[in-house]
C-alpha cells in the first residue's frame, strides 16, 4: 500500500503551481512572476494578426482563455522542451483538474499545432479537434478559412 502512495507522489510532483496575472491571448497566459507560458500543442487564431484586425474567432478564444483561467491558481506541467523561441514556457495548463490545451481543442477554440519533441499528448489533442470538427464547434463552425 506504501508503494502506491509513492507513486501518486511522483505522478503530481512533476507539476509547478503557478498564479495567472493576466491573459495575453487564446493560447498564451502571463504568470504573477512575469513568466509567460505558451500553451503546448494548439494555436488559437491571433488578436494582432500582422499587427490588423484580429483572425476569425481570436477574441472568442482570449475571452474562453479569460474565463477558464484569468486570476485563477493553476498547475503546469512541461513536455520536453523548456521554452519556445520567444522564451516562454512551454507547458499543458490544468485549472481545477481540466487540461485547458485539450478543452480549447475540444471546443473549437484552436487548432492543432504540434511541434516536435512536444507531442506527449498529440494522440489525446488530435482526437479533441476531430471532435470539434465533427460537431462543428467553435472556429470550425464561425470561420471560412482553415
Known amino acids: ?6 507513486v501518486k507522489e511522483i505522478a503530481f510532483s512533476n507539476r509547478e503551481k503557478a498564479k495567472v496575472a493576466y491573459v495575453v491571448d487564446g493560447d498564451t497566459i502571463e504568470l504573477t512572476d512575469k513568466r509567460r507560458v505558451r500553451y503546448i500543442g494548439i494555436n488559437t487564431p491571433e488578436i494582432n494578426f500582422g499587427k490588423g484586425n484580429p483572425q476569425c474567432f481570436a477574441t472568442d478564444a482570449a475571452r474562453i482563455n479569460k474565463e477558464l483561467v484569468a486570476g485563477q491558481d493553476i498547475e503546469m506541467e512541461k513536455d520536453v522542451s523548456q521554452t519556445d523561441k520567444y522564451g516562454r514556457l512551454l507547458r499543458f ?22 511541434v516536435p519533441p512536444d507531442t506527449r499528448l498529440s494522440q489525446q489533442f488530435k482526437e479533441a479537434v476531430s471532435e470539434a470538427k ?3 464547434r467553435g472556429l470550425w463552425k464561425t470561420c471560412e478559412k482553415l
Open 93 to 114: 495548463v490544468y485549472a481545477d483538474d481540466v487540461l485547458i490545451n485539450d478543452f480549447l481543442l475540444r471546443q473549437g477554440y484552436a487548432r492543432l499545432e504540434q
Open 1 to 6: 500500500e506504501s508503494d502506491n502512495i509513492a
Open 134 to 136: 465533427e460537431n462543428k
